[in-house]
T-cell receptor, first 114, second 113 residues
Framework: NAGVTQTPKFQVLKTGQSMTLQCAQD?????MSWYRQDPGMGLRLIHY???????DQGEVPNGYNVSRSTTEDFPLRLLSAAPSQTSVYFC?????????????FGPGTRLTVL | GEDVEQSLFLSVREGDSSVINCTYT??????LYWYKQEPGAGLQLLTY?????DMKQDQRLTVLLNKKDKHLSLRIADTQTGDSAIYFC?????????????FGKGTKLSVKP
């Protein structure tokens, strides 16, 4: 199994550009989520999904959209990039939404918005 | 609201024990976790403890939970240079939060040879 994969690894955008961060998992996990990690901060939840067709907002959803058309994929869209969205983005998945299930993290996407 | 606090830095010598502390506020937390993040990598689950336990030991790792004080600690025995990383404490609850974890800011552990 590849686990959780994320592309791209690095990205530089100009303010106002849009882009999609890709996340895929091959473990047939129902639960997927996106976090952002900023220097000196923990991880903050952006959006999550408990299954195909179902998404919900986390702590910091503004400026981001998600969709979950398949179990495997959970892309994160930046609609109009802003410098405040410069961060490292992590996708995670787990077997279910119950917290006793280990969350598996992808390697991250480092995004810089100029 | 929910909050998880950790000290930001810890420096130890190789072979010593490391103790990383964490406090949390949500008394309904069911599970408490320790994640490790090596440079340039994602987070990896190290260990977790269920809220009705006081202690859990796993090889060099010992987790202590004081539920009354909402205090969690991670002890790494015989710390090695390969243990240098950022360690995140996280709390989670079953049910309505749908598995969302609340993370601390992370403790950067530096191990000096």
């Amino acid at each position: 199994n590849a686990g959780v994969t994320q592309t791209p690894k690095f990205q530089v955008l100009k303010t106002g550009q849009s882009m999609t961060l890709q996340c895929a998992q091959d473990m047939n996990h129902e639960y997927m989520s996106w976090y952002r990690q900023d220097p000196g901060m923990g991880l903050r939840l952006i959006h999550y999904s408990v299954g195909a067709g179902i998404t919900d907002q986390g702590e910091v959803p503004n400026g981001y959209n998600v969709s979950r058309s398949t179990t495997e994929d959970f892309p994160l869209r930046l609609l109009s990039a802003a410098p405040s969205q410069t961060s490292v983005y992590f996708c995670a998945s787990s077997d279910s939404g119950d917290s006793y299930n280990e969350q598996f993290f992808g390697p991250g996407t480092r995004l810089t918005v100029l | 609201g929910e909050d998880v606090e950790q000290s930001l830095f810890l420096s130890v010598r190789e072979g010593d024990s490391s103790v990383i502390n964490c406090t949390y506020t949500d008394s309904s937390s069911t599970y408490l976790y320790w994640y490790k993040q090596e440079p340039g990598a994602g987070l990896q689950l190290l260990t977790y403890i269920f809220s009705n336990m006081d202690m859990k030991q796993d090889q060099r790792l010992t987790v202590l939970l004081n539920k009354k004080d909402k205090h969690l600690s991670l002890r790494i025995a015989d710390t090695q240079t390969g243990d240098s990383a950022i360690y995140f404490c996280a709390e989670g609850s079953n049910g309505g939060s749908q598995g969302n974890l609340i993370f601390g800011k992370g403790t950067k552990l530096s191990v000096k040879p």
